[in-house]
T-cell receptor
Framework: LAKTTQPISMDSYEGQEVNITCSHN???????ITWYQQFPSQGPRFIIQ???TKVTNEVASLFIPADRKSSTLSLPRVSLSDTAVYYC???????????FGSGTRLLVRP | GAVVSQHPSRVICKSGTSVKIECRSL??????MFWYRQFPKQSLMLMAT?????????EQGVEKDKFLINHASLTLSTLTVTSAHPEDSSFYIC???????????FGPGTRLLVL
């Protein structure tokens, strides 16, 4: 399973765009990249998933360069309610296990 | 997104008793479910993989006789913490894999406090 590296924490202000980058140098050919958001005392919430190039949904965008060794989660115009921990996960082997790293703790200030 | 529920949301029990936590996929079938544990200020730790109709696969260091997992149907997996002790107090989270979307969805978690 690929290991991921993310910044431990990030600060932002309301209305700004936030980009969180994740490194996954050992990503395998058939691995997807998935991002989850977690609030305190709640289970992780699925945000977005991609394999290559760019994926966009109503919540976020995911940018994946051609070598797929990193990915960037982009949150447009964050609000206070986006304060949470964001996890980047890769790795879909035959067991479909997801191994969580430390995640990025995003603090959005007024 | 797909919905996964857990019951109970929180439970308090006495040391030495057993506690059962249910995980259900409400709008999809899940041949594979997972159980995690999360301590305060820490990340999720995978405990075991629950496979419908077969034995669970436990991660290294997780006692299978203490954490009993049953995945009897395509929408239900249960985790039973046997002979619970205060150090088992934690936040237990399940996830279910939606094969049609190739994505895992997580339950809201169960807070266990063992006195």
């Amino acid at each position: 399973l690929a290991k991921t590296t993310q910044p431990i924490s990030m600060d932002s202000y309301e209305g700004q765009e936030v980009n969180i980058t994740c490194s996954h140098n050992n990503i395998a050919t058939n691995d997807y990249i998935t991002w989850y958001q977690q609030f305190p005392s709640q289970g992780p919430r699925f945000i977005i998933q991609g394999y290559k190039t760019k994926v966009t949904n109503e919540v976020a965008s995911l940018f994946i360069p051609a070598d797929r060794k990193s990915s960037t989660l982009s949150l447009p115009r964050v609000s206070l309610s986006d304060t949470a921990v964001y996890y980047c996960l890769v790795g879909v082997d035959s067991s479909y296990k997801l191994i969580f790293g430390s995640g990025t703790r995003l603090l959005v200030r007024p | 997104g797909a919905v996964v529920s857990q019951h109970p949301s929180r439970v308090i029990c006495k040391s030495g008793t057993s506690v059962k936590i249910e995980c259900r996929s409400l709008d999809f079938q899940a041949t594979t479910m997972f159980w995690y544990r999360q301590f305060p200020k820490q990340s999720l730790m995978l405990m075991a993989t629950s496979n419908e109709g077969s034995k669970a696969t436990y991660e290294q260091g997780v006692e299978k006789d203490k954490f009993l997992i049953n995945h009897a149907s395509l929408t239900l997996s249960t985790l039973t913490v046997t002979s619970a002790h205060p150090e088992d107090s934690s936040f237990y989270i399940c996830s279910a894999r939606d094969d049609s979307r190739e994505t895992q969805y997580f339950g809201p978690g169960t807070r266990l406090l063992v006195l």
